[in-house]
């Protein structure tokens, strides 16, 4: 029982964090410390990232062609590495939003609970 | 300012990993804490200051390491099992190949069965009759033509989508192919009269023929661009 609990927490955890970086990338390309800062505004600092949360995903949804990273630049004296959506991370967005807009519709009629 | 890398790299390394990857792991990660730095600093933090909240906010290391290594095992795992060289190759060739000679063999078992129409059969009383199913043959550029259609889609190269397409032939070319020879030796050594012509009728009706079958069905998928035939990009 205990072990299902941590398992489903980790999943969600897992899927709406790969949402966020997908909607975040789907207005252009972003570098790591750009896509932890801009889930952060625009959940008004309800979701935020650490390095421990952010760049293991990235890596991981770089390996399934989620998204692409490249070297570019200099930026600002820098060589940068952006990420862009890949085409499978285009094609993942769709169907991701909605089954996170199911799961809180689900979620709303269960228990009242609403878009944040 | 702080030497990020110098921090990043000490608080993350060893990882069992390549120098390089690990060297572009550690730089992204030094750039993301300058940043957070430099914001902290902006926000009117002391260096000394931003440089412990920085570090303090950015990363549980130990779950970090972790989590890199656990990441770049599922890939080394990955690429033993199928390299990212034979994850395309199994999409554009394999696949659509495996695909081509069950169809072949499914065709040419439903024809074998006892209601279906009798093959044409030359020297029925020869030792290697040569057995011709013109039903086969007839769908034969149809299975070469889904062959290479499908590892087009898959991104396949014209070698791909004609080997794909071949399969079949290839497949029956290997078991007559290796066996051939030693036949007619042998046939040579005991009874000095090798069936060289009912063995190359014998290749022309299960390889040679077959093979222009799947080819020309194959033929129009020859053209084009890799992935050209996918409706989603052909529409825009």
């Known amino acids: 029982m205990n072990g299902s609990v941590v398992n489903i927490g980790t999943q969600v955890k897992r899927g709406s964090a790969e949402l966020a970086i997908l909607s975040v990338l789907a207005d252009g390309p972003l570098h790591g410390y750009q896509i932890a800062k801009s889930i952060e505004r625009q959940t008004r600092g309800l979701l935020s990232f650490n390095l421990a949360s952010l760049y293991p995903l990235l890596y991981r949804m770089e390996k399934r062609g989620w998204v692409k990273g490249t070297w570019e630049g200099p930026v600002g004296g820098r060589r940068r590495r952006y990420y862009r959506l890949g085409p499978a991370g285009k094609r993942r967005l769709v169907p991701l939003r909605e089954e996170w807009g199911q799961l809180f519709r689900a979620l709303n009629r269960l228990a009242g609970v609403t878009h944040a | ?236």
């Open chain 2, 1 to 236: 300012m702080p030497d990020w890398r110098e921090i990043a790299r000490r608080r993350l390394t060893p990882l069992a990993l390549e120098a390089k990857r690990q060297e572009e792991i550690i730089a992204e990660l030094a750039d993301h804490l300058e940043d957070l730095y430099s914001d902290l600093v902006r926000q009117g933090k002391s260096e000394v200051e931003a440089v412990q909240s920085a570090l303090s906010i950015a990363a549980d290391w130990d779950e970090l390491r972790r989590e890199i290594q656990l990441v770049a095992n599922e890939e080394v795992i990955m690429n033993y099992s199928l390299g990212p060289a034979g994850k395309r190759r199994f999409k554009t060739l394999w696949l659509p190949g495996a695909c081509t000679i069950a169809l072949s063999g499914i065709l040419l078992r439903l024809l074998q069965i006892p209601s279906a129409p009798s093959p044409h059969v030359f020297w029925p009383q020869h030792d290697m009759p040569f057995i011709i199913y013109w039903q086969w043959f007839v769908c034969l550029p149809l299975v070469g033509g889904i062959g290479a259609y499908w590892s087009r889609h898959a991104g396949g190269k014209l070698l791909e989508r004609a080997l794909a397409a071949s399969f079949p032939a290839l497949a029956l070319m290997c078991f007559p192919g290796l066996i051939l020879p030693f036949m007619l030796v042998f046939q040579w050594i005991v009874h000095h009269n090798p069936p060289l012509v009912p063995s190359a009728l014998f290749l022309l009706g299960w390889v040679v023929l077959p093979e222009a079958a799947l080819l020309l069905g194959a033929l129009p998928f020859f053209r084009g661009d890799a992935g050209e035939s996918r409706p989603v990009v052909a529409s825009h």
